[in-house]
């Protein structure tokens, strides 16, 4: 057996090596920023976040007016089935008292005078904007609802704001929302200018539709299939919130399975020509 005699001291030397490099690994660690983890976006940071675009959107697009008649029509009427089907998301029971959303703030509809594009999606903290093309798009009560339902459901489970930092990053989105300039540093104007144009995994999007049904079918005596007809109308294939929330396969199928029979037997509902449709016209 042959023994080695200068083992034992390289043995020694390896390991003070490993020693070192993990301690100088670690101060190289030392210096990096701390990168916040999506958990860590509160949802006052959210709200923070979602006020700062809503300005920003408030100054690229032309709004209906909240003026007779579309205050006591469209606007009281979107916002009555928005307030009732984000009724359990914005009480935030669930959530620990420290993390809850603001009761006392409300999450107010904006209406986008844009008759060409159909648009539908809800700001970090509640705010919905729809556009007078989707709005005409429409033409039930449930389809509406499901609208509804699905965008606040897209905020409200951290879909959106995961897409955020699939997008940008979260140290990049974090800047953002605790105003540290930064180089290169992502603005509000930007991010209110591209929202609308990131799409969704299928996954997500899949996701979404099976909770947005639980909640319509929870919130509401309306069906949950509300977005059937944009789905299967040909005429919306090109339409940007279709493109943004590409559909899976069998959707149309799948949507049905998900809710149960009481629920999808529900009522379409008759008001939305008298109050959205009628008044847009």
């Not at 970090?124 to 509406?144: A, C, N, Q, V």
């Not at 319509?216 to 339409?239: K, M, Q, R, V, Y």
Request: net charge negative; glycine share 4%.
């Amino acid at each position: 057996m042959n023994f080695d005699k200068h083992r034992p001291r390289r043995l020694v030397r390896a390991f003070t090596l490993l020693f070192l490099a993990s301690i100088l690994f670690a101060a190289c660690q030392g210096d990096l920023p701390n990168v916040p983890i999506e958990q860590e976006f509160t949802k006052e940071k959210l709200e923070k976040l979602g006020a700062m675009l809503r300005q920003e959107l408030l100054d690229q697009y032309d709004f209906l007016p909240e003026l007779p008649p579309y205050d006591t029509s469209i606007y009281w009427y979107v916002q009555t089935l928005y307030e009732q089907a984000t009724s359990t998301m914005h009480l935030d029971k669930q959530s620990p008292a420290y993390n809850k959303w603001d009761q006392d703030r409300q999450w107010k509809v904006f209406i986008i005078k844009n008759e060409n594009e159909h648009l539908a999606f809800t700001l970090p903290g509640g705010d919905f904007f729809i556009s007078t093309g989707m709005l005409k798009s429409l033409k039930k009560d449930y389809e509406l609802y499901a609208m509804l339902s699905f965008e606040a459901t897209l905020m409200n489970d951290g879909h959106l704001l995961a897409q955020w930092v699939r997008e940008y990053n979260s140290l990049t989105i974090n800047n953002l929302i605790e105003d540290n300039d930064q180089p290169n540093s992502l603005s509000a104007e930007v991010l209110a200018q591209e929202m609308t144009t990131f799409i969704f995994d299928l996954e997500v999007v899949e996701v979404v539709d099976k909770a947005a049904i639980e909640n319509t079918c929870s919130t509401s005596i309306l069906s949950p299939l509300g977005l059937l007809p944009f789905l299967s109308n040909p005429d919306f294939d090109e339409a940007k919130w279709l493109q943004t929330r590409p559909s899976y396969e069998n959707r149309a199928d799948i949507m049905p399975e998900i809710a149960d029979d009481g629920c999808n037997n529900r009522q379409q509902g008759s008001n939305y020509q008298r109050f959205v449709l009628d008044v847009l016209d």
